[in-house]
């Protein structure tokens, strides 16, 4: 089963102190049942290797040069070394060397993605469940996932395909051609990109949206945001909505939790809203890390400040899985009051996620305050948004309608 959202603790890891190289082989190789998270330990090993990352060795993918898809973003360092592009951890890959994400393998001064055509999870769910709450209510979206993430969240709900190599998982090859006829045979209104994190299999993502396109089926990505302007860039065009997870406003948070960085989140966020493709955000509130009133407040005064008052935000029960297993859920009073305090900055658009029956679900005019759509949990108990308008006083409503 998939979730697309996430949750978890963190744990102590044990130092590493003047890793040798066979050392740090043997870590990229282990990484899945190490304690010790790959950015504490690449941090340890010291400028020299890398930025944020040094690649594996080359373990066998089962595929030749010819039968890869070679990445879109990276450039060469000369030496047999390339630079990943991607993302922002950058990462210097040398020969026969993968990147953080383990999906990107660097063969003789080419960069190639592993995971083009091999999609590691496949569903058909309601779009709420992504989630999204203004585009299409009531639609199913076709959604696909192949292993691999450029981050390592504790609280990852799905972790078993995020933080997995291709070797893991034996998938059969599906063309991008392939999956927009697949989510026309399910009647999909969407695809989406979604589960692990789309970033690192961008290449596959615009792909299959263009062949959606073609078809008359449009996409919409769900992912952490971690992912340089370009490669933004290069997607957008095909994309009809993303929703950022947004894991917190706190870069202790993302690096000590995450293993990633705050502010190239928030610079994506400005970018999509600039951008004129429909976004939303979801932040799951795990307690005791991420849920006080301060950050809460701070969160929501840059949301209004640098997107506006529109962007609906999600705050999400957190669940106990992965590496966080010894903190309660979320309690439903955590939520109303971050819920509030996003209202009370301005927020126009504020829900409750993960909590079935919670009326925060709901989606209320923020004219004349009547009911536009009820929902219970994915399922849709009514619609009054009309043309994009509201039946009552028909002021229009920022979404994606039919």
Request: aromatic letters at 10%; charged letters at 20%.
């Amino acid at each position: 089963m998939s979730y697309d959202f996430d949750g978890s603790q963190p744990q102590a890891d044990p130092p590493v102190e003047n890793p040798s190289p066979t050392t740090i082989f043997a870590f990229m190789f282990k990484q899945e049942s190490s304690d010790i998270t790959r950015r504490k330990f690449l941090a340890s090993v010291g400028a020299g290797v890398a930025a944020c990352c040094l690649g594996a060795p080359s373990i066998a993918a089962n595929l030749s040069d010819g039968e890869l898809h070679e990445a879109r973003f990276y450039e060469p360092l000369g030496g047999g070394r390339v630079r990943c592009t991607l993302c922002p951890h950058g990462c210097i890959v040398p020969d026969k060397g993968r990147g953080y994400c383990r999906v990107r393998e660097n063969r003789g001064g080419k960069y190639y993605t592993l995971v083009y055509g091999y999609p590691a999870a496949v569903h058909l769910d309601p779009i709420e469940k992504k989630p999204f709450f203004h585009v299409y209510p009531g639609s199913k979206s076709y959604s696909i996932a192949t292993v691999g993430c450029n981050f390592c969240c504790k609280f990852c709900q799905n972790w078993d395909i995020s933080q997995a190599s291709p070797e893991n998982v034996k998938p059969a090859y599906k063309s991008p051609e392939d999956i927009a006829s697949a989510a026309i045979k399910s009647n999909a209104r969407t695809i989406a990109y979604t589960y692990t994190e789309p970033v690192v299999f961008n290449e596959y993502v615009h792909d299959c949206a263009v062949a959606g396109k073609k078809a008359g089926i449009e996409s919409v990505m769900v992912s952490n945001g971690f992912i340089t302007s370009d490669a933004l860039k290069s997607v957008l065009p095909v994309l009809k909505a993303v929703k950022i997870d947004l894991k917190s406003f706190s870069q202790s948070f993302y690096a000590d939790i995450c293993e990633g960085q705050l502010q190239p989140v928030l610079d994506t966020l400005k970018r999509l809203s600039g951008s004129g493709v429909w976004y939303e955000i979801v932040v799951l509130l795990v307690p005791t890390l991420n849920d006080s009133p301060d950050e809460i407040k701070r969160m929501s005064a840059w949301i209004v400040k640098e997107l506006g008052q529109n962007v609906p935000v999600h705050f999400s029960r957190f669940h106990p899985m992965y590496k966080i297993r010894n903190i309660a859920p979320t309690p439903l009073e955590t939520l109303k009051k971050a819920r509030q305090t996003a209202v009370d900055e301005g927020v126009h658009f504020v829900y409750i996620g993960n909590m079935p029956g919670e009326e925060n679900q709901n989606t209320i005019c923020p004219f004349c305050k009547a009911m536009l759509i009820r929902r219970y949990e994915s399922s849709i108990l009514e619609n009054n948004i009309s043309g994009g308008l509201c039946k009552k006083c028909k002021k229009p409503i920022p979404g994606v309608w039919e």
